[in-house]
């Protein structure tokens, strides 16, 4: 028997089954400087049981028309324990520039 076909995995765990829904469009106060936004809330459900039911996790992603991701919340067993804002929006231009010289040639 080969050496490689003798190795145990170091540590092995199964990833639970995950359901996507997304809402119905509908107004929102984005708030900072944006204002009211048409926004639909993807809902990533993971960690859940064989039957696609009770998820451990979720996190929510609220997706603006013509604006794009302004909160995103992870809830674990129901309870909010992250969450980020992006609402303040600046005008500007992007940068376009590659960190390594090789990577354009």
Request: net charge positive; glycine share 10%.
């Given at each position: 028997?080969?050496?490689?076909?003798?190795?145990?995995?170091?540590?092995s765990s199964s990833i639970g089954t995950a359901v996507n829904d997304?809402?119905?469009?509908?107004?929102?106060?984005?708030?900072g400087n944006i204002?009211?936004?048409?926004?639909?809330v993807l809902h990533y459900h993971y960690n859940c049981d064989k039957n696609y039911q009770n998820c451990r996790d979720e996190e929510q992603f609220y997706l603006?028309?013509?604006?794009?991701?302004?909160?995103?919340?992870?809830?674990?067993?129901g309870s909010l324990v992250k969450s980020a804002l992006m609402n303040d929006m600046e005008t500007?231009?992007?940068?376009a520039t590659l960190p390594c010289?090789?990577?354009?040639q």
């Open positions: 028997m080969p050496h490689a076909a003798r190795r145990r995995p170091y540590k997304i809402d119905a469009p509908q107004k929102m106060d984005v708030g204002g009211q936004a048409l926004t639909r603006a028309n013509g604006f794009g991701l302004w909160q995103w919340q992870h809830y674990k067993n500007g231009k992007a940068a010289s090789e990577s354009y």
